[in-house]
């Protein structure tokens, strides 16, 4: 079958599923909010929201159903023996078709996934040269340039972490290089308003409503780095008045 994006077009939590509806990650607003569910209608959908919003777990959850390494990578990183992410096994996924082609990196495990590319001796595969003697920015990069080659499915937890302004803008290149091949998805979580502009993305807030489709330019993130470029001494005199 002829791989055209988006391949995964909805989750949805099934309720049944939910062993206990009290415990983590099921209360978190977003994924409480009933009925909990995504649909992915273009090639890059981004998600956003404040700390602790959700938005890491559900990509989580999302690379799970992939088969995709806990700590990132693609499938040649996953352990077969780990138990299924737990908001994974209550979610019903809805692919066209179904792909486990891609990537997945994770901000806070990347130092974990490095080590692990150094321990399969996999360095050929990211630029010939280990990723651990890179800077954390031309590591993160690096991956960028030689994994996202199309043709799959790839998922980036925070890529703005180690990225300068400058390389989020090479970044985003990558990106759009990889869109226009027409086979490839993009999900990603951001705090960064530079990527939520990206454009014609899907861009998801999650709030303790449910997830709302919105513009960039009015999320929080957005507002507060403007308020603060118009007038930056105005700003920080006002936060930080006692």
Same mark, same amino acid.
């Given at each position: ?50 700390? !602790?919003?959700?938005? %890491? ?5 999302? @690379?799970? =159903?992939?088969? &995709? ?5 693609? #499938? ?51 630029? !010939?040269?280990?990723? %651990? ?5 031309? @590591?993160? =990069?690096?991956? &960028? ?5 199309? #043709? ?91």
């Amino acid at each position: 079958m002829e791989l055209v994006s988006p391949f995964l077009r909805t989750i949805e939590l099934v309720p049944s599923r939910v062993a206990d509806a009290k415990t983590y990650p099921f209360t978190i607003p977003a994924i409480l909010a009933e009925p909990f569910r995504i649909d992915f209608t273009h090639p890059v959908t981004i998600l956003v929201g404040v700390n !602790g919003s959700g938005k %890491s777990t559900i990509l989580e959850a999302i @690379a799970s =159903l992939c088969g &995709f390494g806990k700590l990132g990578g693609n #499938k040649n990183y996953a352990s077969h023996d780990a138990p299924l992410d737990p908001l994974a096994a209550c979610l019903r996924p809805s692919w066209r078709p179904r792909v486990t082609r891609g990537f997945y990196t994770r901000a806070e495990t990347f130092s974990g996934f490095i080590s692990q590319v150094d321990g399969y001796g996999a360095q050929d595969a990211y630029g !010939g040269k280990s990723l %651990s003697l890179r800077s954390h920015g031309e @590591a993160y =990069l690096e991956v &960028f340039r030689n994994r996202v080659t199309g #043709k799959g499915i790839f998922l980036f937890d925070e890529p703005e972490v180690a990225l300068s302004p400058s390389r989020q803008i090479e970044f985003l290149k990558l990106v759009r290089k990889a869109e226009k091949t027409g086979d490839a998805q993009f999900i990603m979580a951001t705090h960064s308003p530079m990527l939520m502009a990206y454009p014609g993305a899907t861009l998801l807030h999650l709030t303790d409503f449910g997830i709302l489709e919105r513009p960039f330019d009015v999320t929080d993130h957005f507002q507060l780095l403007r308020a603060f470029y118009r007038d930056p001494k105005s700003f920080m005199d006002g936060i930080l008045a006692e």
